[in-house]
C-alpha cells in the first residue's frame, strides 16, 4: 500500500522557518509530481508548491502567497519531497498535505498523506 509520511510540523512564532518532509513508500519517486497542499479551518484546500516529475526535469511552481518565502525540492537519493517554510505568518497556518500524483504510464494515480499541522503563532 502507497504511503506518504509527513514530518516537520509544529508551532512556530510569526518570521520564523520550518521544513517540511514527505517520504512516499512504494511508488517509483521518478516519474510522480509532488506537490504541498494546505488547508486552513474552514477553508477549502489550496495548492502551496509542487515540482515536476524527474523525468519532466523537477520544475517548480507556488502560489503567489508564498512565492519568495517557501521552496520545494526533492531528494533523489532520499526518495523524499521538501517544503522549507521560511518568514512564516499567523496566516500560513494550516494543515499541510504531501500529494503525489504519476506521470506516464501511472498516470491518474495520485495519492495523500495524512497531513502535519503547522501553526505559526506568538
Known amino acids: 500500500q502507497v504511503q506518504l509520511v509527513e514530518s516537520g510540523g509544529g508551532l512556530v512564532q510569526p518570521g520564523g522557518s520550518l521544513r517540511l518532509s514527505c517520504a512516499p513508500s512504494?511508488?517509483?519517486?521518478?516519474?510522480?509530481?509532488m506537490g504541498w497542499y494546505r488547508q486552513a479551518p474552514g477553508k477549502q484546500r489550496e495548492l502551496v508548491a509542487t515540482i515536476t516529475s524527474i523525468i519532466s526535469g523537477g520544475s517548480t511552481n507556488y502560489a503567489d502567497s508564498v512565492k519568495g518565502r517557501f521552496t520545494i525540492s526533492r531528494d533523489i537519493g532520499k526518495n523524499t519531497v521538501y517544503l522549507q517554510m521560511d518568514s512564516l505568518k499567523p496566516e500560513d497556518t494550516a494543515v499541510y498535505f504531501c500529494?503525489?500524483?504519476?506521470?506516464?504510464?501511472?498516470?491518474?494515480?495520485?495519492?495523500w498523506g495524512q497531513g502535519t499541522q503547522v501553526t505559526v503563532s506568538s
Open positions: 500529494n503525489a500524483e504519476g506521470t506516464t504510464w501511472a498516470s491518474g494515480r495520485t495519492y
Open positions: 512504494r511508488i517509483i519517486f521518478s516519474i510522480y509530481n
